[in-house]
DNA sequence: TGAAAGTAGTACGATATCGCACTAGATGGT
DNA sequence: ACCATCTAGTGCGATATCGTACTACTTTCA
Protein backbone atom coordinates (compact mmCIF):
# COMPACT_ATOMS: atom_id res chain seq x y z
CA UNK A 1 0.00 0.00 0.00
CA UNK A 2 2.63 2.47 0.95
CA UNK A 3 3.44 2.16 -2.93
CA UNK A 4 0.39 3.18 -3.75
CA UNK A 5 0.14 0.90 -6.99
CA UNK A 6 -3.04 -0.86 -5.90
CA UNK A 7 -4.99 1.73 -4.09
CA UNK A 8 -7.00 3.94 -6.24
CA UNK A 9 -4.95 6.95 -5.83
CA UNK A 10 -2.04 4.70 -7.33
CA UNK A 11 -4.04 4.59 -10.71
CA UNK A 12 -3.97 8.18 -11.42
CA UNK A 13 -0.31 8.08 -10.25
CA UNK A 14 0.30 5.48 -13.41
CA UNK A 15 -1.60 7.48 -15.71
CA UNK A 16 -0.22 10.00 -15.06
CA UNK A 17 3.51 8.64 -15.51
CA UNK A 18 2.71 6.96 -18.43
CA UNK A 19 1.40 10.08 -20.20
CA UNK A 20 4.32 12.12 -18.85
CA UNK A 21 6.66 10.00 -20.43
CA UNK A 22 4.72 9.37 -23.54
CA UNK A 23 4.61 13.19 -23.82
CA UNK A 24 8.27 13.20 -23.72
CA UNK A 25 8.94 10.55 -25.94
CA UNK A 26 6.41 12.00 -28.48
CA UNK A 27 8.25 15.06 -28.10
CA UNK A 28 11.92 14.03 -28.79
CA UNK A 29 10.37 12.13 -31.79
CA UNK A 30 8.85 15.18 -33.47
CA UNK A 31 12.45 17.23 -32.67
CA UNK A 32 13.98 14.83 -34.28
CA UNK A 33 12.56 15.75 -37.52
CA UNK A 34 12.23 19.39 -37.32
CA UNK A 35 15.18 22.00 -38.77
CA UNK A 36 18.10 22.65 -36.54
CA UNK A 37 16.87 25.00 -33.88
CA UNK A 38 13.20 24.74 -34.11
CA UNK A 39 11.14 22.68 -31.48
CA UNK A 40 7.71 20.91 -30.86
CA UNK A 41 6.53 24.21 -29.23
CA UNK A 42 7.09 26.16 -32.31
CA UNK A 43 5.56 23.91 -34.43
CA UNK A 44 2.81 23.55 -32.44
CA UNK A 45 2.07 27.19 -32.50
CA UNK A 46 1.94 27.60 -36.29
CA UNK A 47 -0.10 24.55 -36.49
CA UNK A 48 -2.49 25.73 -34.12
CA UNK A 49 -2.51 28.95 -36.07
CA UNK A 50 -2.99 26.87 -38.82
CA UNK A 51 -5.79 24.71 -38.12
CA UNK A 52 -7.63 27.88 -35.77
CA UNK A 53 -6.98 30.86 -37.47
CA UNK A 54 -4.62 33.69 -37.11
CA UNK A 55 -4.57 37.32 -35.85
CA UNK A 56 -4.63 36.16 -31.98
CA UNK A 57 -3.16 38.18 -29.16
CA UNK A 58 -0.18 36.20 -27.58
CA UNK A 59 -2.21 35.96 -24.35
CA UNK A 60 -4.74 34.10 -26.17
CA UNK A 61 -2.01 31.42 -27.41
CA UNK A 62 -0.67 31.39 -23.94
CA UNK A 63 -4.42 30.34 -22.92
CA UNK A 64 -4.37 27.80 -25.46
CA UNK A 65 -1.17 26.17 -24.69
CA UNK A 66 -1.88 26.33 -21.23
CA UNK A 67 1.78 28.41 -20.63
CA UNK A 68 2.27 30.92 -18.81
CA UNK A 69 2.43 34.41 -20.77
CA UNK A 70 6.38 34.69 -20.33
CA UNK A 71 7.15 31.62 -21.82
CA UNK A 72 4.70 32.35 -25.15
CA UNK A 73 6.51 35.65 -25.49
CA UNK A 74 9.86 33.82 -25.68
CA UNK A 75 8.19 31.52 -28.67
CA UNK A 76 6.65 34.18 -30.16
CA UNK A 77 10.22 35.77 -30.32
CA UNK A 78 11.76 32.52 -32.01
CA UNK A 79 9.09 32.49 -34.51
CA UNK A 80 9.20 35.85 -35.36
CA UNK A 81 12.92 36.05 -35.75
CA UNK A 82 12.61 32.46 -38.53
CA UNK A 83 10.23 34.53 -40.14
CA UNK A 84 7.37 32.62 -39.24
CA UNK A 85 5.04 35.13 -37.46
CA UNK A 86 4.68 38.58 -38.26
CA UNK A 87 3.39 40.64 -34.84
CA UNK A 88 1.40 43.79 -35.26
CA UNK A 89 -0.24 45.99 -32.64
CA UNK A 90 -3.58 45.13 -31.86
CA UNK A 91 -6.06 47.91 -33.74
CA UNK A 92 -8.36 47.35 -30.63
CA UNK A 93 -6.51 47.54 -27.58
CA UNK A 94 -3.37 49.27 -27.22
CA UNK A 95 -1.35 46.86 -24.27
CA UNK A 96 -2.22 44.14 -27.02
CA UNK A 97 -1.02 42.55 -30.14
CA UNK A 98 -1.55 40.29 -32.79
CA UNK A 99 -0.05 37.23 -34.41
CA UNK A 100 -0.32 36.50 -37.84
CA UNK A 101 1.15 33.82 -39.53
CA UNK A 102 3.38 34.46 -42.68
CA UNK A 103 3.89 31.95 -45.85
CA UNK A 104 7.25 31.36 -44.30
CA UNK A 105 5.54 29.98 -41.28
CA UNK A 106 3.00 27.84 -43.24
CA UNK A 107 5.76 26.10 -45.32
CA UNK A 108 7.19 25.55 -42.36
CA UNK A 109 4.28 23.81 -41.07
CA UNK A 110 3.70 21.75 -44.40
CA UNK A 111 7.67 20.64 -44.70
CA UNK A 112 7.78 19.19 -40.89
CA UNK A 113 3.99 17.50 -41.48
CA UNK A 114 5.20 15.96 -44.59
CA UNK A 115 9.26 14.99 -43.01
CA UNK A 116 6.69 13.41 -40.28
CA UNK A 117 4.61 11.21 -42.22
CA UNK A 118 6.70 8.62 -42.38
CA UNK A 119 6.79 8.37 -38.91
CA UNK A 120 2.92 8.59 -38.48
CA UNK A 121 2.31 5.91 -40.91
CA UNK A 122 5.33 3.34 -39.00
CA UNK A 123 3.26 3.68 -36.06
CA UNK A 124 -0.01 3.16 -37.46
CA UNK A 125 1.02 -0.28 -38.39
CA UNK A 126 2.15 -1.04 -34.83
CA UNK A 127 -0.97 1.52 -33.02
CA UNK A 128 -4.49 1.26 -34.27
CA UNK A 129 -5.89 4.17 -35.30
CA UNK A 130 -9.54 3.17 -34.18
CA UNK A 131 -7.71 2.63 -30.63
CA UNK A 132 -6.43 6.09 -30.62
CA UNK A 133 -10.24 7.81 -31.37
CA UNK A 134 -10.91 5.12 -28.89
CA UNK A 135 -8.74 6.81 -26.08
CA UNK A 136 -9.22 10.47 -27.03
CA UNK A 137 -12.77 11.31 -25.80
CA UNK A 138 -11.01 9.90 -22.62
CA UNK A 139 -7.83 11.98 -22.51
CA UNK A 140 -9.83 15.18 -23.31
CA UNK A 141 -12.24 14.56 -20.12
CA UNK A 142 -9.47 14.30 -17.89
CA UNK A 143 -7.48 17.33 -19.93
CA UNK A 144 -10.69 19.20 -18.67
CA UNK A 145 -10.62 18.45 -15.79
CA UNK A 146 -6.97 19.27 -14.86
CA UNK A 147 -7.43 22.51 -17.03
CA UNK A 148 -11.12 23.49 -14.85
CA UNK A 149 -9.39 22.68 -11.54
CA UNK A 150 -5.90 24.30 -12.13
CA UNK A 151 -3.81 25.60 -8.85
CA UNK B 1 -6.90 17.83 -44.98
CA UNK B 2 -4.09 20.07 -44.65
CA UNK B 3 -5.13 20.43 -41.55
CA UNK B 4 -4.95 16.30 -41.18
CA UNK B 5 -7.97 16.64 -38.97
CA UNK B 6 -9.84 14.15 -40.16
CA UNK B 7 -6.42 12.18 -41.60
CA UNK B 8 -5.01 8.97 -40.10
CA UNK B 9 -1.78 11.23 -39.09
CA UNK B 10 -4.17 14.05 -37.16
CA UNK B 11 -5.36 11.17 -35.37
CA UNK B 12 -1.83 10.95 -33.72
CA UNK B 13 -1.47 14.78 -33.92
CA UNK B 14 -4.48 15.50 -31.90
CA UNK B 15 -3.33 12.20 -29.44
CA UNK B 16 -0.18 13.82 -28.74
CA UNK B 17 -1.53 17.19 -28.60
CA UNK B 18 -3.86 15.65 -25.63
CA UNK B 19 -1.15 14.17 -23.59
CA UNK B 20 1.32 16.61 -23.83
CA UNK B 21 -1.54 19.16 -22.42
CA UNK B 22 -2.37 16.55 -20.12
CA UNK B 23 1.72 15.99 -18.88
CA UNK B 24 1.80 19.88 -18.30
CA UNK B 25 -1.49 20.45 -16.31
CA UNK B 26 -0.96 17.50 -14.30
CA UNK B 27 2.43 17.71 -13.61
CA UNK B 28 1.65 21.44 -12.39
CA UNK B 29 -0.61 20.30 -10.06
CA UNK B 30 1.85 18.18 -8.51
CA UNK B 31 3.99 21.28 -8.13
CA UNK B 32 1.83 23.24 -6.49
CA UNK B 33 1.65 20.27 -3.62
CA UNK B 34 5.11 20.14 -3.59
CA UNK B 35 7.24 22.30 -1.28
CA UNK B 36 9.40 25.03 -1.78
CA UNK B 37 11.90 24.08 -4.50
CA UNK B 38 11.19 20.99 -5.03
CA UNK B 39 9.58 19.66 -8.63
CA UNK B 40 7.85 16.92 -10.37
CA UNK B 41 11.10 14.72 -11.62
CA UNK B 42 13.08 15.30 -8.06
CA UNK B 43 9.67 13.30 -6.55
CA UNK B 44 9.54 10.51 -9.43
CA UNK B 45 13.47 9.18 -8.99
CA UNK B 46 12.13 9.16 -4.90
CA UNK B 47 9.14 7.50 -5.47
CA UNK B 48 10.67 5.13 -8.04
CA UNK B 49 13.55 4.30 -6.19
CA UNK B 50 10.81 3.62 -3.36
CA UNK B 51 8.65 1.11 -5.41
CA UNK B 52 11.84 -0.42 -7.41
CA UNK B 53 14.66 -0.42 -4.83
CA UNK B 54 17.16 1.69 -4.22
CA UNK B 55 21.35 1.01 -4.73
CA UNK B 56 20.70 2.17 -8.73
CA UNK B 57 23.17 4.06 -10.81
CA UNK B 58 22.84 7.36 -12.04
CA UNK B 59 22.47 5.87 -15.66
CA UNK B 60 19.59 3.39 -14.50
CA UNK B 61 17.60 5.98 -13.44
CA UNK B 62 18.45 8.54 -16.47
CA UNK B 63 16.70 5.01 -18.63
CA UNK B 64 14.33 4.77 -16.50
CA UNK B 65 12.96 8.12 -16.91
CA UNK B 66 14.21 8.23 -20.72
CA UNK B 67 16.07 11.29 -19.61
CA UNK B 68 19.87 12.08 -20.44
CA UNK B 69 22.32 11.50 -18.44
CA UNK B 70 22.95 14.83 -17.97
CA UNK B 71 19.88 15.50 -16.70
CA UNK B 72 19.76 12.82 -14.08
CA UNK B 73 23.05 13.85 -12.99
CA UNK B 74 21.75 17.30 -11.88
CA UNK B 75 18.38 15.86 -10.22
CA UNK B 76 20.66 13.62 -8.10
CA UNK B 77 22.58 16.31 -7.05
CA UNK B 78 19.29 18.24 -6.19
CA UNK B 79 18.33 15.34 -4.05
CA UNK B 80 21.76 14.85 -2.56
CA UNK B 81 21.15 18.85 -1.75
CA UNK B 82 18.33 18.15 0.45
CA UNK B 83 19.84 15.19 1.89
CA UNK B 84 17.23 12.79 0.19
CA UNK B 85 19.39 10.36 -1.20
CA UNK B 86 23.07 9.08 -0.78
CA UNK B 87 25.13 8.32 -3.72
CA UNK B 88 28.26 6.37 -2.93
CA UNK B 89 30.85 4.83 -5.58
CA UNK B 90 29.79 1.42 -7.43
CA UNK B 91 32.09 -1.11 -5.89
CA UNK B 92 31.98 -3.49 -8.88
CA UNK B 93 32.42 -0.21 -11.47
CA UNK B 94 34.74 2.17 -11.10
CA UNK B 95 32.95 4.59 -13.56
CA UNK B 96 30.03 3.82 -11.48
CA UNK B 97 28.07 5.35 -8.41
CA UNK B 98 25.04 3.79 -6.98
CA UNK B 99 22.15 5.90 -5.22
CA UNK B 100 20.44 5.33 -1.69
CA UNK B 101 16.96 6.39 -0.64
CA UNK B 102 17.76 8.31 2.85
CA UNK B 103 14.81 8.37 5.26
CA UNK B 104 14.69 11.68 5.05
CA UNK B 105 13.67 10.80 1.39
CA UNK B 106 11.14 8.52 2.50
CA UNK B 107 9.70 11.11 4.53
CA UNK B 108 9.40 13.58 1.55
CA UNK B 109 7.91 10.78 -0.65
CA UNK B 110 5.07 10.29 2.53
CA UNK B 111 4.38 13.93 2.75
CA UNK B 112 4.23 14.61 -0.85
CA UNK B 113 1.41 11.96 -1.58
CA UNK B 114 -0.38 12.85 1.45
CA UNK B 115 -0.38 16.15 0.39
CA UNK B 116 -1.72 14.91 -2.65
CA UNK B 117 -3.96 12.57 -1.66
CA UNK B 118 -7.07 15.25 -1.56
CA UNK B 119 -6.62 16.55 -5.25
CA UNK B 120 -6.57 12.70 -6.15
CA UNK B 121 -9.78 11.94 -4.19
CA UNK B 122 -11.26 15.42 -6.09
CA UNK B 123 -10.32 13.11 -9.51
CA UNK B 124 -11.59 10.58 -8.23
CA UNK B 125 -15.53 11.48 -7.82
CA UNK B 126 -15.12 13.33 -11.90
CA UNK B 127 -12.68 10.81 -13.28
CA UNK B 128 -14.05 7.45 -12.85
CA UNK B 129 -10.89 5.15 -11.87
CA UNK B 130 -12.46 2.08 -13.75
CA UNK B 131 -11.90 4.42 -16.89
CA UNK B 132 -8.73 5.13 -16.54
CA UNK B 133 -7.50 1.29 -15.78
CA UNK B 134 -8.81 0.62 -18.87
CA UNK B 135 -7.01 3.76 -20.35
CA UNK B 136 -3.75 1.93 -18.57
CA UNK B 137 -2.68 -0.46 -21.32
CA UNK B 138 -3.36 1.36 -24.30
CA UNK B 139 -1.24 3.99 -22.98
CA UNK B 140 1.74 1.63 -21.82
CA UNK B 141 1.15 0.34 -25.87
CA UNK B 142 2.15 3.50 -27.07
CA UNK B 143 4.71 4.14 -24.84
CA UNK B 144 6.81 1.11 -25.15
CA UNK B 145 6.35 1.78 -29.40
CA UNK B 146 8.13 4.83 -28.82
CA UNK B 147 9.99 4.25 -26.62
CA UNK B 148 11.60 1.30 -28.83
CA UNK B 149 11.62 3.49 -31.57
CA UNK B 150 13.56 6.22 -30.54
CA UNK B 151 15.51 8.76 -32.98
C1' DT C 1 49.20 -8.20 -21.86
C1' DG C 2 48.53 -4.15 -24.48
C1' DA C 3 45.91 -1.29 -27.47
C1' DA C 4 41.31 -0.07 -29.29
C1' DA C 5 36.75 0.54 -28.45
C1' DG C 6 33.03 1.19 -25.35
C1' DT C 7 30.74 3.04 -21.04
C1' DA C 8 29.68 6.06 -16.57
C1' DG C 9 29.78 10.31 -15.02
C1' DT C 10 30.66 15.32 -15.18
C1' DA C 11 31.76 20.18 -16.86
C1' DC C 12 30.17 23.53 -19.76
C1' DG C 13 27.29 26.15 -22.74
C1' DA C 14 22.82 26.95 -25.03
C1' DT C 15 18.04 27.20 -24.83
C1' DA C 16 13.32 26.58 -22.58
C1' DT C 17 10.34 27.41 -18.95
C1' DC C 18 8.53 30.11 -15.49
C1' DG C 19 7.84 33.38 -11.40
C1' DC C 20 8.17 38.17 -10.09
C1' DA C 21 8.00 42.82 -10.90
C1' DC C 22 7.32 46.59 -13.89
C1' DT C 23 5.16 49.64 -17.68
C1' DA C 24 1.54 51.06 -20.60
C1' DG C 25 -2.98 51.04 -21.58
C1' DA C 26 -8.02 49.90 -20.47
C1' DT C 27 -11.97 49.74 -17.36
C1' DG C 28 -15.17 50.89 -13.73
C1' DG C 29 -17.05 53.51 -10.00
C1' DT C 30 -17.64 58.01 -8.10
C1' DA D 1 -13.06 63.77 -15.46
C1' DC D 2 -10.46 61.22 -11.97
C1' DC D 3 -8.57 57.76 -9.51
C1' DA D 4 -8.33 52.85 -8.28
C1' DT D 5 -8.16 48.63 -10.27
C1' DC D 6 -7.35 45.46 -13.73
C1' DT D 7 -5.04 43.57 -17.92
C1' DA D 8 -1.36 42.69 -21.91
C1' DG D 9 3.11 42.42 -22.69
C1' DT D 10 8.03 42.48 -21.42
C1' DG D 11 12.59 42.45 -18.72
C1' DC D 12 15.06 39.96 -15.52
C1' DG D 13 16.68 36.22 -12.79
C1' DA D 14 16.47 31.33 -11.42
C1' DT D 15 16.16 26.70 -12.63
C1' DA D 16 15.46 22.62 -15.88
C1' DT D 17 16.74 20.28 -19.86
C1' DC D 18 19.83 18.68 -23.04
C1' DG D 19 23.84 18.34 -26.52
C1' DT D 20 28.82 18.24 -26.85
C1' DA D 21 33.07 17.20 -25.23
C1' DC D 22 35.99 15.46 -21.87
C1' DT D 23 37.97 12.16 -18.12
C1' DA D 24 38.33 7.87 -15.93
C1' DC D 25 37.49 3.26 -16.00
C1' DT D 26 36.12 -1.21 -18.24
C1' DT D 27 35.80 -4.54 -21.78
C1' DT D 28 37.22 -6.75 -25.89
C1' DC D 29 40.31 -8.93 -28.67
C1' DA D 30 44.39 -9.85 -31.02
Request: hydrophobic share 25%.
Given at each position: MPDGSKTTPGVYFALFNEIGIIAQLSRALFEARL????LTPHFSVINHMVRLGDGKTPLDLARAFQVPKTTMTHSLSILEKHGFVRITKNPDDGRSKCVFLTDTGRAFREDAIRLLGPDLAAMASEIDAEDVVSLLPHLEAIRKYLDANRP
Open positions: PDGL
